[in-house]
């Protein structure tokens, strides 16, 4: 049973450049979720998606934008890259309902800008 | 909003040794209460939940967490310690009706021989 993946695994990118994350979750899930984790410090809530509709934000500027697909894959999309956006970004999934909070964490994306 | 406090960001502890990693939440309701663990270069896992019922909570790896509503509190406990247990361990906390979990800091476990 795979769990959450998550591609790439490790980019570099600079200032001002677009990066698009990806993200399919474990199997059986219909929800995710994607987090900031920076270094030193716990995730951070970024939002979370379900039927192919955003459902809940965190404290995020709108540079950050996401999908999700009919098959629940999603994709993260930060643009206008700052340096302080360096860092892990999670990728969890989940069940819609009662499980919605009982999040599968993938490995994560790091992401350096320079 | 709700907010976690984990007070030690580090703790060295020997092996065969006991292990426990407090946590503080502040949130007006009963919330849902999590810990996860991180190892380097990896994802968080699920140790244990609580949602309701019994207090104490039992997880894998021989982890175990004691809710208490009076001190708005959820430690994590082990009673012999692995070196394989070396690794950040993050508490956090959601609510009903609410989607995002709000992590604490983290603590950083070492295990020496």
């Known amino acids: 049973d795979a769990g959450v993946t998550q591609s790439p695994t490790h980019l570099i990118k600079t200032r001002g450049q677009q990066v698009t994350l990806r993200c399919s979750p474990k199997s059986g899930h219909d929800t995710v979720s994607w987090y900031q984790q920076a270094l030193g410090q716990g995730p951070q809530f970024i939002f979370q998606?379900?039927?192919?509709?955003?459902?809940q934000r965190g404290n995020f500027p709108d540079r950050f934008s996401g999908h999700q697909f009919p098959n629940y894959s999603s994709e993260l999309n930060v643009n206008a890259l700052l340096l302080g956006d360096s860092a892990l970004y999670l990728c969890?999934?989940?069940?819609?309902?009662?499980?919605?909070?009982?999040?599968?964490f993938g490995a994560g994306s790091r992401l350096t800008v320079l | 909003a709700q907010s976690v406090t984990q007070p030690d960001i580090h703790i060295t502890v020997s092996e065969g040794a006991s292990l426990e990693l407090r946590c503080n939440y502040s949130?007006?309701?009963?919330?849902?209460l999590f810990w996860y663990v991180q190892s380097p270069g990896q994802g968080l896992q699920l140790l244990l939940k609580?949602?309701?019922?019994?207090?104490l909570v039992q997880g894998i790896k021989g982890f175990e967490a004691e809710f208490k509503r009076s001190q708005s509190s959820f430690n994590l406990r082990k009673p012999s310690v692995h070196w394989s247990d070396a690794a950040e361990y993050f508490c956090?906390?959601?609510?009903?009706?609410?989607?995002?979990?709000?992590f604490g800091a983290g603590t950083t476990v070492t295990v020496r021989a």
């Open positions: 956090a906390v959601g609510r009903v009706n609410d989607y995002k979990l709000s």
């Open positions: 609580y949602f309701s019922g019994d207090t």
């Open positions: 969890a999934s989940s069940l819609s309902g009662a499980g919605a909070n009982v999040l599968t």
């Open positions: 998606y379900y039927e192919e509709e955003e459902r």
């Open positions: 949130y007006g309701a009963t919330p849902y």
